[in-house]
């Protein structure tokens, strides 16, 4: 009554192969606080220093680039 050796998981199975493609994607991609800093910067300066009654108006485009800049990398913003 004993198994045949082709039903008996190896311990090199599919399992470590299956998070192997989530690791190396979770590598390749950057942090979020290490992309886009110029973009963010002149973001953060604008609306802090903004004299508008509403900074995010104001500030508009400078959001919308910092934002298509940090989709380019995969994040949402």
Same mark, same amino acid.
């Given at each position: ?5 082709? /039903?008996?998981? %190896?311990?090199? *199975? *599919?399992?470590? !192969? @299956?998070?192997?493609? /989530? @690791?190396?994607?979770?590598? %390749? ?9 110029? =973009?963010? *910067?002149? #973001?953060? =300066?604008? &609306?802090?220093? *903004?004299? !508008?009654?509403?900074? /995010?108006?104001?500030?508009? %485009?400078?959001? =919308? /680039?910092? #934002? #298509?800049? &940090? ?7």
């Amino acid at each position: 009554m004993a198994t045949p050796a082709a /039903q008996i998981p %190896s311990i090199g *199975s *599919s399992a470590p !192969a @299956a998070t192997a493609p /989530q @690791a190396t994607e979770a590598a %390749s991609k950057p942090k979020p606080c290490c992309v886009c800093k110029e =973009e963010k *910067s002149k #973001r953060d =300066e604008c &609306m802090l220093f *903004s004299t !508008a009654a509403d900074p /995010q108006k104001d500030c508009l %485009s400078t959001i =919308e /680039q910092y #934002r #298509r800049c &940090m989709a380019g990398f995969g994040f949402k913003v």
